[in-house]
């Protein structure tokens, strides 16, 4: 029944050791989100894409990268992980209904 | 600047009592306006949004919330609160493109907990 399934659930990596996240859906939605949410902080938008296209927001960091391969999937990249970058990570999609559907979530760990 | 604010941070009610919210925009045009609930270490779940229209919004598990242009407020209200509701309720502000409202601005969130 999921429909924004994010894996892996929990995730450890070490400090500057790229990891990826991944974000697939199953409601054929055109557009997905990257959420940042640190402990005890609102969500904060990283990027999107509508369909292909890739937007960034202006004070996402460079150390932050996504792709999209194709509709169902997403992946968030890390290319150095510090100890900041420390939070859960939050995919969403939307459709033409306008109603934002999240996943779970990846709560990301770095050693 | 667009921004959303939740004055209270943490608001401890008792079961059965009623409930109420509160939340703040700051926003240039009209506002497309949304509550989440989200539940330790999980996704976000929208209770809610007002686009236009009636400016009293009937949302699941009984919540409603009331837009007031007036006060730039989005207060979201329940009259009788169930252990469960125990959580972390957002109010979140999106700013429109294209058509689809997605990009969201959140307030700092506000921690409910339920006396017995």
Same mark, same amino acid.
């Given at each position: 029944?999921?429909?924004?399934?994010?894996?892996?659930?929990?995730?450890?990596?070490?400090?500057?050791?790229?990891?990826?996240?991944?974000?697939?859906?199953?409601?054929?939605?055109?557009?997905?989100?990257?959420?940042?949410?640190?402990?005890?902080?609102? /969500?904060? @938008?990283?990027?999107?894409?509508?369909?292909?296209?890739?937007?960034?927001?202006? #004070?996402?960091?460079?150390? $932050?990268? *996504?792709?999209?391969?194709?509709?169902?999937?997403?992946?968030?990249?890390?290319?150095? /992980?510090? @100890?900041?970058?420390?939070?859960?990570?939050?995919?969403?999609?939307?459709?033409? #209904?306008?109603?934002?559907? $999240?996943? *779970?979530?990846?709560?990301?760990?770095?050693? | 600047?667009?921004?959303?604010?939740?004055?209270?941070?943490?608001?401890?009610?008792?079961?059965?009592?009623?409930?109420?919210?509160?939340?703040?925009?700051?926003?240039?045009?009209?506002?497309?306006?949304?509550?989440?609930?989200?539940?330790?270490?999980?996704?976000?779940?929208?209770?809610?949004?007002?686009?236009?229209?009636?400016?009293?919004?009937?949302?699941?598990?009984?919540?409603?919330?009331?837009?007031?242009?007036?006060?730039?407020?989005?207060?979201?209200?329940?009259?009788?609160?169930?252990?469960?509701?125990?959580?972390?309720?957002?109010?979140?502000?999106?700013?429109?493109?294209?058509?689809?409202?997605?990009?969201?601005?959140?307030?700092?969130?506000?921690?409910?907990?339920?006396?017995?």
């Amino acid at each position: 029944d999921a429909m924004v399934i994010q894996n892996p659930r929990y995730q450890v990596t070490q400090f500057g050791k790229p990891v990826t996240l991944s974000c697939s859906q199953t409601l054929n939605h055109n557009v997905m989100y990257w959420y940042q949410q640190k402990s005890s902080q609102a /969500p904060k @938008l990283l990027f999107h894409y509508y369909d292909k296209d890739f937007n960034n927001e202006a #004070d996402t960091p460079d150390n $932050f990268q *996504s792709r999209r391969p194709n509709t169902s999937f997403c992946f968030l990249d890390i290319r150095s /992980p510090g @100890l900041g970058d420390a939070a859960m990570y939050l995919c969403a999609t939307s459709g033409t #209904d306008e109603k934002l559907f $999240f996943g *779970s979530g990846t709560q990301l760990s770095v050693l | 600047a667009q921004s959303v604010t939740q004055p209270d941070i943490h608001i401890t009610v008792s079961e059965g009592a009623s409930l109420e919210l509160r939340c703040n925009y700051s926003y240039g045009a009209t506002p497309y306006l949304f509550w989440y609930v989200q539940s330790p270490g999980q996704g976000l779940q929208l209770l809610l949004k007002y686009f236009s229209g009636d400016t009293l919004v009937q949302g699941i598990k009984g919540f409603e919330a009331e837009f007031k242009r007036s006060q730039s407020s989005f207060n979201l209200r329940k009259p009788s609160v169930h252990w469960s509701d125990a959580a972390e309720y957002f109010c979140a502000v999106g700013r429109a493109w294209s058509g689809n409202t997605g990009k969201l601005i959140f307030g700092q969130g506000t921690t409910l907990q339920v006396k017995p």
